[in-house]
T-cell receptor, first 111, second 112 residues
Framework: AQTIHQWPVAEIKAVGSPLSLGCTIK??????LYWYWQATGGTLQQLFY??????VESVVQLNLSASRPKDDQFILSTEKLLLSHSGFYLC??????????FGPGTRLTVL | QQKVQQSPESLTVSEGAMASLNCTFS??????FRWYRQHSGKGLEMLVS????GEKEEGRFTAHLNRASLHVSLHIREPQPSDSAVYLC????????????FGEGTQVTVIS
C-alpha cells in the first residue's frame, strides 16, 4: 500500500531563516507530486507540481522553491522566510492528474 | 480563471439528520470535481470524485453534479460527531498536471 510522509510535523522559525520541508511517497512509481499551502483561515492553494524527477512547475509565486531529487521525494524550501509563509503545508500525489491523496501536513509558524 | 465558491460557511446539524453542502464554479469545462474533508490540523481526506452530470455515492457521501448550472453538491447521510470537519470542494483545472482549485470550505459541526 502507498504511504505519504511529511516532515517535520511542525516547525517554528524566525523571519529570515532558511526552511526545508520534505515529502516522501512509498509504494507508487513515478507519481505526480504537489505542494499546497493554506494560510490560517485561508483557502488551500497549489504552489508547485512535478510530473517527473528533476522537473518542477511553479503555480503560485510565494518566494519559495521546490525540487524533486528522487522519484519518491519532493522538497519545499526557501533561503529567507517571511512572516507571510506561516501556515499549513500539504504534499499530495496522484497518478497522471487523477485523484490526489494528501499527506498529514506540516504546520509552519514564522515569528 | 476558475473560481470556486462554497456555501454555507458553516453548518450545524444533529446526529442522524442529512447535511447538504453547496459549491459553485465559474467554468463548467473542467475535468472533474471533488469533495475532501479536513479535520482540524490534519491532512485532506478524499470523499467523492465526480466526472459526469448526475449523482455519485461513496458510502454515506453523495455528490450531485450539474455542469449547466455550474453546481456540485455534497450530501452527508446520517452524520456523526466524527464527521465534524471542514469540507472542501475542489475543481480539477489542470488536466494531466492535476491542478486543483479549492473553495474556502464549509465548517460542519455534528451535535449529538
Amino acid at each position: 500500500a502507498q504511504t505519504i510522509h511529511q516532515w517535520p510535523v511542525a516547525e517554528i522559525k524566525a523571519v529570515g531563516s532558511p526552511l526545508s520541508l520534505g515529502c516522501t511517497i512509498k509504494g507508487k512509481s513515478s507519481p505526480n507530486l504537489y505542494w499546497y499551502w493554506q494560510a490560517t483561515g485561508g483557502t488551500l492553494q497549489q504552489l508547485f507540481y512535478s510530473i517527473t524527477v528533476g522537473q518542477v512547475e511553479s503555480v503560485v509565486q510565494l518566494n519559495l522553491s521546490a525540487s524533486r531529487p528522487k522519484d519518491d521525494q519532493f522538497i519545499l524550501s526557501t533561503e529567507k522566510l517571511l512572516l507571510s509563509h506561516s501556515g499549513f503545508y500539504l504534499c499530495a500525489w496522484s497518478l497522471r492528474g487523477d485523484e490526489q491523496y494528501f499527506g498529514p501536513g506540516t504546520r509552519l509558524t514564522v515569528l | 480563471q476558475q473560481k470556486v465558491q462554497q456555501s454555507p460557511e458553516s453548518l450545524t446539524v444533529s446526529e442522524g439528520a442529512m447535511a447538504s453542502l453547496n459549491c459553485t464554479f465559474s467554468d463548467g469545462t473542467s475535468d472533474n470535481f471533488r469533495w475532501y474533508r479536513q479535520h482540524s490540523g490534519k491532512g485532506l481526506e478524499m470523499l467523492v470524485s465526480i466526472f459526469s452530470d448526475g449523482e455519485k455515492e461513496e458510502g454515506r457521501f453523495t455528490a450531485h453534479l450539474n455542469r449547466a448550472s455550474l453546481h456540485v453538491s455534497l450530501h452527508i447521510r446520517e452524520p456523526q460527531p466524527s464527521d465534524s470537519a471542514v469540507y472542501l470542494c475542489a475543481v480539477n483545472t489542470g488536466g494531466l498536471s492535476g491542478k486543483l482549485t479549492f473553495g474556502e470550505g464549509t465548517q460542519v459541526t455534528v451535535i449529538s
